[in-house]
């Protein structure tokens, strides 16, 4: 996610955004959420990026009571969007575009959606696009993917999510704003196909610890490594002496080394892989998958 303290942005981060009120009055429920909307102003050259690209490939549903909210009702049809039926690939918290444009450019055959509310992030994923030689099996969604998410899409939607280095919440405090949480978990896991792979990495061991307790325990999920060893090596930050010694997953090909990855590396910590796939909803007859079991693509 870009709210991640080690975010591309300088400015002093405002409050984090559950001081958003989800109602009209003041004194109503405030929402939890795992991303600080930093400082929102756009050098000239992604403004003019913005300027150009964004009425093909940002798509921008009535708001809600948030700006990071689609208005109630609101649905989204991505065979309308992309003009075809295809693979879905959704990245939650694509930063600036690395690895959503390059797995567009990769699978022309997939369909690919990145969601990011830093809108400096959204820029320069289209001055990214834009070299790249603008793929068309691309869209951005500037909105809260928690709470956008379920409600745009309907239920088995998605057949690949991407979280990758997630901002940590180190501080105790905070843990309640990490997003591998079970309201994400709640919100997101239902839109996943049969079979679908979800793929998160994190440069943390305390959070790649805490991954694993949230994930491991959701039955609509199973590993795809069970027996992957743990990453190899030293680390400059604690690793929990409890974090499960298997069920970790190689490096996933299709994941480009960004920013943050290189900072974690050169920092001295391990980069953590995990990979989980959707547990068929309806087993055979039998009680075995009624679909094949899922491949590594």
């Known amino acids: 996610m870009t709210s991640d303290p080690r975010s591309h942005d300088a400015a002093p981060a405002p409050a984090p ?6 109602g009209k009055g003041r004194n ?30 940002v798509i921008d549903p009535p ?14 049809d991505l065979a309308e969007v992309f003009g075809r039926r295809a693979e879905v ?4 918290g694509s930063g600036t575009g690395e690895n959503i444009v390059a797995a567009a450019l990769a699978h ?15 820029a320069q994923t289209l001055s990214r696009v834009e070299r790249s030689g603008s793929p068309q099996n ?12 379920p409600a745009l899409l309907p239920e088995g939607s998605i057949d690949q999510l991407w979280v990758y280095f997630a901002d940590p919440w180190p501080k105790q405090r905070h843990h309640k704003r990490r997003l591998l949480n079970p309201p994400f978990l709640d919100a997101v896991l239902p839109l996943l196909a049969d079979g679908a792979t979800f793929r998160l990495a994190t440069d943390w061991a305390q959070y790649a610890h805490h ?8 039955p609509e999920l199973a590993l795809l490594h069970p027996d992957g060893p743990r990453p190899e090596g030293r680390s400059s930050d604690a690793i929990p002496p409890n974090i499960a010694t298997t069920g970790w997953a190689p490096r996933f090909e299709g994941r480009v080394k960004t920013g943050f990855e290189s900072k974690g590396r050169a920092a001295g910590r391990l980069i953590w892989d995990l990979a ?9 007859p039998d009680g075995a998958s009624d679909i094949e079991g899922p491949t590594d693509p």
């Open 276 to 284: 989980y796939t959707r547990v068929p909803r309806h087993p055979g």
């Open 138 to 149: 691309l869209r951005m969604l500037p909105l809260d993917a928690q709470r956008a998410l």
């Open 63 to 76: 708001r809600g009571h948030r700006d990071t909210l689609p208005a109630a009702g609101t649905r989204l």
């Open 89 to 92: 690939v959704v990245e939650v």
């Open 211 to 218: 991954m694993r307790s949230q994930l491991d325990v959701r």
């Open 17 to 22: 955004e559950d001081e958003a009120e989800t």
């Open 28 to 57: 109503t429920h405030r929402e939890v959420v795992s991303f600080v909307r930093r400082g929102e102003r756009l050098t000239q050259g992604r403004q003019n990026a913005w300027d150009r690209l964004s009425p093909a490939y």
């Open 108 to 122: 022309p055959e997939r369909d690919h959606l990145g969601v990011e509310v830093y809108l400096p992030g959204l």
